[in-house]
């Protein structure tokens, strides 16, 4: 169970890192940081979508279209973003340009899969330290 609990926290940090990227990056990808519980729902929201929508994704393709499998990440992205930015008070806007909509799912993706790699080893390295420490 705690096991679980670190992968899930895990994976909503790595989507909050996504997502904060891609706010910096994309001129017209816009977190509200006014209304802080805001962008707390739509990374929570995003994160549990991403986890429900990957696996569907991936059986789909893999019944109906194996050559797709390699863009599931990136589609399950865009699904969870377009439906995080329709919930009103969720805190992201994602304007004009309009390549915005294109952009802003790879490097949410790019990015939440690099942290998902390199968080559990930075509390892993600072765990052992505390054991040596100790």
Do not use: H, Y
């Not at 991936?58 to 399950?76: E, H, Q």
């Not at 309009?98 to 765990?127: H, R």
Request: glycine share 8%.
């Amino acid at each position: 169970m705690i096991t679980f609990l670190i992968r899930a926290l895990i994976f909503v940090l790595s989507a909050a890192v996504g997502l904060i990227v891609a706010d910096l990056l994309l001129p017209g990808f816009r977190i509200d940081w006014s209304n802080w519980w805001g962008f707390v729902l739509a990374v929570v929201i995003f994160a549990v979508l991403q986890s429900v929508l990957t696996p569907w994704a991936a059986k789909v393709a893999r019944r109906n279209a194996p050559a797709l499998l390699g863009g599931v990440g990136i589609v399950s992205t865009f699904i969870a973003l377009l439906v995080v930015v329709l919930i009103p008070g969720a805190g992201i806007t994602i304007g004009s340009p309009w390549w915005t909509w294109l952009l802003a799912p790879m490097i949410v993706w790019l990015i939440t899969a690099l942290a998902t790699m390199l968080l559990p080893a930075l509390f892993i390295k600072k765990k052992v330290g505390d054991k040596r420490a100790s």
